[in-house]
Each structure stands twice: as C-alpha cells, then as structure tokens.
C-alpha cells in the first residue's frame, strides 16, 4: 500500500487516485469513440456524451479556485448542485409543518387558504406542544359576546385638516424595485378592494401603485419622489406628490427591521427609465441612500420637519417607522415631543424579524430589537408621558395570523402591518431568491419574463381575500374571549407558558407603566431608571457618563 501525505491509498502507486475515476472513464471513451468514428457513424454518440464532460474534468483539474473541483473532477459538480437545491429539499420533504424557517408550512398554508377563500379549518387537533415553554394563548369567555361586524378601524390625525380611519391590518413597506409592478399593482387593487392601506416603501409612488388603493407614502434617506439632484429633500416635489388624494399619510422611515442602521446601494444597471422615473434619479447611475437622514440631524429637527411635511402636505397625518436601537435615542425623540409640543400621529414599530429586505446575516439575525420588547417599550414610554392618546402605534414583525394580530394589539399597538404575510397571497413560495432577481413566482424581482406570468385580476382578488378573512378570524377570536373589539385587548387576555408547571399572563410578565409615570418619576426603573434622565432632546448621542 502506498501512503501520500498520510492518506490512505490503495494500489501501486503508479495507478491514479480512485477520486479521478469518473474523469479517466469519460476522457477514455471519449478518446475510443474518436478514433473509432471511421469505423461507424453510430460512435459520434459516446463523443457527444462524454465528450462535454471531459472537457469539465480536465477544465476542473486545470482551475485554481475551487480545491474541490480539483481533487474530484467532474464529481464535485454533483455536489455543488445538490447543495444548490439544499434549501428546497428541507423545506419540501424535511422540515415539520410547524417549524418556522422563517415561516411554518402551517403559517404558509393558512395565508393561501385564506387568499384562496377556501376552508382553512384543520381536524384531528393542534400540531403544536402546548406543554412546550413559550406555548401562547388567548383566553376563552365563559361569556362570548357579539361581534357584529370585523372591518375594525382606528382614527389617525384627529387633529389633523385630513384624518385617515385605517383598518386594523395593512400591508407593510415594500417598494418598486423590491417587488415587481404586477406584484405591485396586484397589492394595490386588493387594498382598495379590501378598503386598507399600502405603504410604498422608500422607492417612492410608482405607477403601479396609483390603482385607487389608499396609501401611506414613505420618505426614506434617499428621498425618492422628493429628492434634489444632490439628494436632499425638495420641498416642492414633495409637495406635488403628497397632495394626491390617493395619499392619505406620510411615513418617515427611520430605521427598519430587515437592516436598521443599514443604508443601501442601488446599482446603476438596475436604474431602469421606469425606477428613475419613479424615485427621481438619472438612468443608469448608481444611486446611494445613506444610513441616516439629512433633513435633520437631532430630535428637536425631526418634530420640526414632521410639523414642515404637515404644512406641505395639506395637514395629512405624519408619522414615522423605527426599529428600535438605543434607549436614550427613543427617549430623546419623546422628550423633544414634550419640548415642543409637536409630536407625530402615528409611530410604526418595526420589529427586529426582519422583513422582505435583504440585509447583511449579522443585522438579520444579530441586531434590533425583537418586536414585542420594542413595542412594549415604545407604548409604555408613551403612556408614562402622557402623550399615547396623541399617537396611533402600529406594529410590524412577522404577522400572519388573528392570534399574531391579538398579541401584539394586547401589548398596546392600535393596528397591524404585514409584508410576508401578503406576499404569500400573492403566491410567493418562500424560495428566499429576493435579492437575486431569480423570484419563481414572479413577485419580488424586476425580471419581466418572470413577474409578467402574475396574473394581476387573480391575485388581487387573493390580496383582498386574505385580509378579510383574516380580520373575520379575529372578530372570532375576541368574540370567543367575550370582547366587541380588538382595541379591547390587554395583557391580560394573553397567556404564555414560562415552564413544564407555571403560566402566566402578558400583565405578569412585563411592566405596564401607568399614565405619567416618567413626567412625574413615580416608576423609573430598569431601562427607564437607566437612561430617561440622561436622554437628550437635542441629540442623539449617548448620555456621557457621571
């Protein structure tokens, strides 16, 4: 037996490595059928099938990039291959319908029943552990009560010249160039049809997004649709934009929880006349929005150019998206509310899930906060300065469900908004090829051979299907836990199970601060006792230690 570099190898050692078997057979017979061909025209065919692969062997053993191709030619092809369609395999014939990678089958599958308005009842019990710690659950009435009706609504801007009644349940930012304009449209006749809001995300209002649905337009960093050749923010434009009766509220993006803190860069062979037309920018330029804005640079400028888009806008509701980040930055924005008397109509919390943007691993996984602790503490920083009933709080982070929907409302938000949720009415499959343009149904890419097989008619009908039934499913659920409307619930209703023999309600496990604790000190503690005295209206930066 002959040794190399202390692997084992058997045979002489003249004889080549087993590895290289399949190329040695391949370039043989491709060598046979060659010079056999003056012996019959039949031999052309082995050239024709293993002619190509020994090309690949030989190209594989001459390369340098991949070791692996060079140890194993042609064999290493097989498993890059399978590794390829690793993603799929899990999730079609390995994961359990209950696993959440990022969504469960189940979750997936009550979406495309609902959008499909077909059965979405299961027999035979729960698929989950209910003695599993974290197991949830709302609690049950002896006394149902009646719900009449489940288009439930909330009044945003009642001070406002142009207030906006918005449903409980809304579709989350995501712009043009994201998705596709069949995507796009589809989602804005099912909003209208459903009678809810679509955020258009930082790109701005395309055309596709001006098919009679309401919506709330965002103003990112890159102030597209309002933006100067420099970048900055033009007034005028945005004027001219905000004034369409379509728009029934602005949203300041300040940070969002697919990559909070994170700018983005749009490359100049993706500006197509289309998305420069849209977002205001050259064609064919590479297009930058930086990490933070430039319209303001502290809280105090933040409520002075909230109160400035409130004069160019007509007096429409604005408001703005975070993902919660830093504690005193939170309790610097609130007491430049208390400073100045102006504070915004509507805050939409931003949870650190994630969301359709595609984001660097470590921000997906590794930073912002998870939504329930960042709306438990934006709702109880509102509450103890007494200014929760001038702002409306919405809440986006993997919503799907009525009971996804009654959680976050008993932890205090007034509404819900969904991405993912309504990209699976649409008929995305959770492929996760968002960023590559690659999207097999046609949804998240700018590829017209793909998006142009979305039927618009068909899907926006699913669009409005989900929403209803979805809103229907919570009329139920609240019913059955004897209320008459979601903005009923509290944490009390919601029920966690902490270990093998102990339960406890929301109200239990987290601290609700009562109405002007923080003006007054009366509960400073934990994070508020930490950074609420320290927290800086006119600044963002950290509180310098004493």
Known sequence: MAKTLGARRVGPGWLPPRRYGVYIICVTLSVLSFLGLWLSPWLWL???????????????????????????PIMAHFRYQLESIGPEIRQ????????????????????????????????????????????????PSL???????????????????QPYVASVLNISAMSFGALSGNAITALNIGARMGGFYHDTG????????RRGGDLVWQIGS?????????????????????AA???????????????????GVLPGAKVTPEIAATR????????????????????????????????????????FKLALGHPWEWFGLVKAMLETGVHPDFIVVDGGEGGTGASPIEFTNRLGTPLREALIMVHNT????????????????????????????????????????????????????????????????????????????????????????????LAEMIAASGLADPSQLGPQHVLSRVSSNEIRSYAELYRFLQPGALIDGSELHGTYRQFWDSARPDTFDPPVAR
């Open 245 to 263: 009766e379509q728009v029934k509220m602005i949203e300041i993006k300040l940070s969002q929880g697919a990559k909070p803190g994170h700018g």
């Open 382 to 473: 509102l509450v103890g300065t007494n200014l929760r009933q001038h702002v409306r709080v919405g809440a986006a982070g993997k919503v799907v469900s009525a009971f996804d929907m009654a959680r976050v409302m008993a932890m205090g938000a007034d509404w819900c908004n969904a991405g993912r949720g309504f990209m699976f009415s649409l008929g995305c499959i959770q492929a996760r090829q968002c960023h590559t343009g690659r999207c097999p149904s046609g949804v998240a890419t700018q590829d017209a051979r793909r998006s142009h097989h979305l039927d618009v008619e068909d899907k926006s009908r699913r669009v409005r299907n989900f929403h209803h039934n979805t809103l229907k499913a």
């Open 202 to 209: 930082e790109g701005s209002i395309a055309p596709y997004h």
């Open 280 to 319: 205001g920018v050259p064609v064919g330029k590479t297009v930058v929005s930086p990490a933070s804005h430039t319209a303001f640079d502290t809280p105090l400028e933040l409520m002075a150019f909230i109160s400035r888009l409130r004069e160019l806008s007509g007096d429409k509701p604005v408001g």
């Open 143 to 161: 006394h149902p009560a009646a719900v009449p009706a489940h288009d439930f609504r909330v009044a945003v801007g009642t001070d406002r010249k």
């Open 46 to 72: 082995p050239l024709v099938l293993f002619g190509p692969l020994a090309a690949l062997g030989t190209w594989d053993l001459l390369q340098q990039r991949r070791t692996v191709s060079r140890n194993y």
């Open 92 to 139: 079609y014939f390995v994961e359990r319908d209950t696993e959440e990678w990022p969504f469960s089958r189940e979750q997936r599958s009550l979406v495309y029943q609902r959008a499909k308005n077909v059965r979405d009842s299961k027999p035979f019990g729960t698929l989950l552990n209910l003695y599993q710690d974290d197991y949830e659950w709302l609690g």
């Open 222 to 242: 890159g102030y597209f649709g309002c933006r100067q050749p420099d970048g900055s923010f033009d007034e005028q434009l945005f004027a001219e934009n905000a």
